[in-house]
């Protein structure tokens, strides 16, 4: 039950009721509110109550301003690693260092202004859903105003294709049905009453005597009471809801974090141990501490952010190639740790376009039987031709079908048996009709031969009402007296299934066109029973079971009937008998469940059915603290407090409104429910490549720590100064990792589980990796000056900085895939890769033989043979990981549960 329904702040003029709304009868509203429905308000009462309840409009939360917004990006422990990273560089005196990591901290904080900035946009898209204007009733006469001057009390004027203004109390209805499915999820307009309903709790979509502010009017008419303005409205409760949800860390953005954290302080420490170890060796103070601070600094990652944008970003390229636009770039990233889908249903998972689902008779025979006709006497004309001329159907200029959803589905399903609407309609003139109303549950069209000689009545409307008003029915080919109890019964059988049933029934006589209708809607003969769906995507059924076989669970939340939710939720493989719980839980059995219970719950129910804005939250919150990733997709203004919440809101960008995709980290602009299995994809391919690349700079990094803190232990000296340092850090950390980005995805990633949420980045033999790898980088090079001081080579020290150097570019090449062999990948499957390799190798022979070079870097040529003999050490790097893949492969190394479908 909405409380905005039943606190409205006490008013001198009355009191509020102290049940909703839409339990009171319409009298007794009029009397709580003091008005009058004929004559409105007054200019007195009017202006006392705008300055007691305010505008009609929507309150903007209280934000930050966008200086503490920019301020707060740069708080980040990774962040001010970076920061400390350029003091120490300013320290050593390499300007190049500070600009290149200012740069990157300037971007990053950039990218993070922009994406809360862009948060903020969801209140002014709720706003935008106001109505531009309402026509109201006001001492005495008939007025328009803006919809910002309404107040409680005022009666207002609802005709179709309007927006309504605030939320209503209905007073008076003519055949008036609204358009909720932005605030309930249901695809078909509701038929609105003026009786009250009886139950407080009843769903949004029950509470058929109220309509509620943003909707849209459909067809018909309407009188109605204003009940809640502004704040106090269904979309001013969801408004608050944006308000007061904040969005969390993506999983990238925590496990950044945590390896931050850890970099400092393990930089912290080594570098403070080598600084002491060259101390007590008796080398110079300021060496000493220009190559702890150098090693510092190279130790730092500095990269690592722009390896995480540019991969991001390019992510966010392709995927808008398949239809999904990223509006915040680390939702690219949480794709791939998302373990459930939240999805609505109606027009995610549908079409959101009624259809022809079943045609049947009451002996099951399917309705294509009934394309023949008997004695003209008896029922003149084809069930087809029956559905088309009992509608309101009308053809635009393009010949697109205007009308009644329900209605131009039977007339497009007619079409497709071949009835010619526009020559029906001529050969069969409506001469008399009896509309539709909520009432009757039924709707009949009378239409007469062109001699007038009969008259012809065909009839469609509830089961429960056309049936037994028929005398007989048709079976098996032929009329029969009609069994009442049968044919209900199978009407139940298929509403049962999620089908929108109806009736069809014909009667017929000799009397003239001006005789009354009422006759012909008694002793009809019943046609059939139509069955009618929302029907699934075709390619949703695909994309739900590419999910499963991801590890990702599927859930279906939507505002519409549990009947049609779980007949949906069947067809499309989100439940079955292979998938648990079978149970759809309402949004009335989940309001009775406590947070813990619901705990609980939530780990097996696959479908919610009339569930409510708060519910979609306690979902998504339940799965959270479950420690899952949920993403939530939804089109509807209902959806948008959820999406915020969510690790990830995913908007329809077609049928979806502004409110949702301004929630939303991304946007669907096909509208298409398998679009996800694209974006998932890549959010596993660029966690993938970001893994690479921790993995790469983390091995090289320690390869340069262990070489510089083992060299003093077993009585070398130093093996590199800090120019060399540097060098390897910028240049062969930095151009091939840039490139891993561009790696492709692994022919395993959908067939295997999402990542455990709370994984660090470091996890299933990554840190160990690193730190092999370094030692080895590290053995490789300090034997290599070991060796070269012995026999008195004067090049010891370029030919240990080139043996390290190329250690790290033969590494790059083996780490492209965690177990699949280079020499089944190819060279060429990265071609960048391949470049940026080149590239560096070519520097790296450009400061070892250009003589401007040799001075800055403190370097000299080496001969031939000595390059080769450094090559040739540097590809055990190599040899030594396709190693530990092949142990990977094929005796489970470092047991990787993530790669085990």
Not at 178 to 190: C, R
Not at 693 to 715: M, Q
Request: proline share 6%.
């Amino acid at each position: 039950m909405s409380s905005r329904e039943t606190t409205m702040t006490a008013r001198s003029s009355g009191t509020p009721p102290s049940d909703p709304w839409h339990t009171v009868s319409a009298s007794a509203t009029v009397d709580l509110l003091h008005t009058d429905v004929q004559g409105g308000l007054s200019s007195a009462d009017i202006a006392r109550l705008r300055a007691e309840y305010g505008d009609n409009v929507l309150e903007a939360a209280v934000r930050r301003g966008p200086l503490r917004m920019l301020v707060a990006q740069f708080t980040d422990v990774m962040v001010l690693v970076l920061l400390a990273a350029a003091g120490i560089a300013a320290l050593v005196g390499e300007p190049e260092d500070i600009i290149a990591i200012i740069a990157i901290v300037i971007l990053n904080a950039t990218l993070g202004f922009v994406q809360e900035y862009r948060a903020e946009k969801a209140m002014a898209a709720l706003g935008a859903m106001a109505a531009a204007s309402a026509r109201v009733r006001r001492d005495g006469t008939e007025q328009t105003i803006p919809p910002h001057e309404l107040v409680p009390g005022d009666i207002v004027l609802l005709d179709a294709g309007t927006v309504v203004p605030a939320d209503l109390r209905l007073l008076e209805v003519s055949q008036l049905s609204v358009e909720e499915a932005a605030l309930t999820g249901e695809s078909l307009p509701v038929q609105k009453v003026i009786a009250p309903h009886t139950d407080p709790a009843a769903p949004l979509g029950d509470r058929t005597a109220m309509v509620y502010k943003g909707t849209n009017i459909a067809s018909g008419r309407g009188l109605g009471v204003v009940v809640g303005t502004g704040m106090q409205t269904e979309l001013g409760r969801i408004a608050a809801l944006l308000q007061n949800d904040t969005q969390l860390q993506t999983p990238l953005q925590q496990r950044l974090t945590s390896l931050g954290r850890w970099l400092a302080l393990t930089v912290l420490i080594v570098c403070v141990a080598i600084f002491a170890t060259g101390m007590i060796r008796g080398e110079p103070v300021v060496l000493m501490f220009m190559t702890a601070v150098s090693l510092a600094v190279a130790a730092i990652p500095e990269a690592l952010p722009a390896v995480i944008t540019v991969s991001l970003a390019l992510g966010a390229r392709r995927m808008v190639q398949h239809h999904a636009l990223i509006r915040r770039l680390p939702a690219v990233e949480t794709l791939g740790s998302v373990t459930y889908v939240c999805t609505d249903k109606t027009g995610t998972l549908t079409e959101n376009r009624m259809h022809v689902d079943t045609i049947r008779t009451v002996d099951d025979e399917p309705g294509a039987s009934l394309a023949t006709t008997v004695p003209l006497h008896e029922v003149p004309l084809t069930f087809s031709e029956a559905l088309t001329l009992c509608t309101d159907v009308n053809a635009a200029a393009d010949g697109a079908l205007v009308g009644d959803p329900t209605e131009t589905a039977l007339v497009r399903w007619a079409a497709e048996q071949g009835v010619d609407a526009s020559g029906l309609h001529a050969q069969w003139p409506r001469n008399g009709e009896i509309p539709f109303s909520s009432e009757r549950a039924r709707m009949t069209t009378v239409h007469a031969t062109a001699d007038g000689a009969y008259r012809v009545a065909c009839t469609k409307g509830a089961p429960e009402r056309v049936i037994p008003a028929c005398a007989r029915m048709w079976q098996k080919g032929t009329l029969v007296p009609i069994d009442a109890a049968s044919v209900l019964a199978h009407a139940d059988t298929m509403a049962a299934s999620g089908l929108r049933v109806l009736a069809i029934a014909m009667n017929c006589d000799h009397q003239p066109a001006t005789a009354a209708i009422e006759p012909l809607e008694e002793q009809q003969v019943l046609l059939a029973l139509v069955g009618l769906l929302d029907p699934p995507r075709d390619e949703a059924r695909d994309a739900v079971r590419t999910c499963h076989a991801a590890g990702i669970r599927v859930v279906m939340i939507t505002g519409d009937h549990p009947a049609t939710a779980r007949a949906i939720a069947s067809r499309l493989g989100i439940i079955g008998e292979d998938q648990g719980d079978q149970e759809v839980l309402t949004g009335a059995a989940l309001q009775a469940l406590d947070d813990d219970t619901l705990l609980t719950r939530v780990e097996h129910a696959r479908v919610y059915a009339r569930v409510t804005p708060e519910d979609k939250l306690r979902i998504v919150t339940a799965l959270q603290s479950r420690g899952e990733y949920a993403a939530m997709t939804g089109d509807g203004v209902n959806d948008a407090p959820a999406l915020k919440r969510a690790n990830i809101g995913i908007a329809m960008g077609r049928g979806g409104t502004d409110v949702a995709r301004e929630a939303a980290d991304m946007v669907l602009l096909d509208d298409n429910f398998a679009t996800i299995v694209v974006a998932v994809r890549e959010g596993r391919r660029i966690y993938d490549n970001i893994r690479r690349f921790v993995r790469f700079v983390l091995s090289t990094n320690a390869g340069e720590i262990w070489t510089l803190f083992l060299a003093p232990l077993i009585g070398l000296p130093l093996p590199l100064l800090p120019i060399h340092i540097l060098w390897m850090n910028l240049v062969t950390d930095g151009l091939p990792g840039l490139t891993l980005s561009a790696e492709p995805a692994e022919a395993d990633i959908m067939q295997r589980p999402p990542r455990p949420p709370r994984e660090s980045i470091l996890a299933h033999g990554l840190w160990q990796h690193a730190v092999w790898v370094g030692l080895l980088m590290a053995a490789l090079a300090l034997g290599t000056q070991a060796w070269t001081i012995r026999t008195g080579n004067g090049h010891w020290q370029t030919m240990t900085f080139t043996v390290l150097t190329l250690s790290q570019l033969t590494h790059v090449l083996a780490i492209r895939s965690e177990r699949t062999s280079l020499f089944r990948l190819g060279v060429m499957s990265n071609p960048l890769l391949l470049l940026a390799v080149v590239v560096s190798l070519g520097l790296q022979l450009a400061i070892i033989y250009v003589p401007a070079l040799n001075a800055l870097f403190k370097t000299a040529p080496i001969t031939p043979g000595e390059l080769v003999l450094c090559l040739v050490i540097s590809s055990v790097v190599f040899f030594a990981v396709e190693l530990e893949k092949y142990l990977v492969r094929r005796r489970g190394l470092y047991a990787d549960p993530a790669r085990t479908p």
